[in-house]
């Protein structure tokens, strides 16, 4: 595995960035929205978006003076339902915390 694999995994490594690409899987947003959603400060929130969107999970278009940020569906919704499909037949760990 070369290391931008292991960077690719470094993008995804927090809970926030995990509730980021979660919430826009289910709509678009701003930062203030998603901040609000998420009960995070919009500062933190911002941040996460920036590593997301430079690894290309997240994807931002202007709209007035906002940026309203979606979820690259086109290879974060395969990668999901991979992701998924794992967990739930191999991780041991992610069993024990979701029942």
Known sequence: MN??????????AT????DIIETLDESP?????L????????SKVSHALLSLEECGFVKAEKKGKSRIYF???????????LIEKH?????RICKKHSG
């Open 3 to 12: 290391s931008g694999c292991y960077l690719f995994f470094e993008t995804l």
């Open 71 to 81: 979820l690259n569906k086109q290879t974060m919704r395969p990668l999901l339902r």
């Open 87 to 91: 967990t739930q037949k191999n991780c």
């Open 35 to 42: 901040a609000g959603k998420l009960r995070q400060e919009r």
């Open 29 to 33: 947003l701003s930062v203030s929205e």
């Open 15 to 18: 809970r926030l960035k995990s």
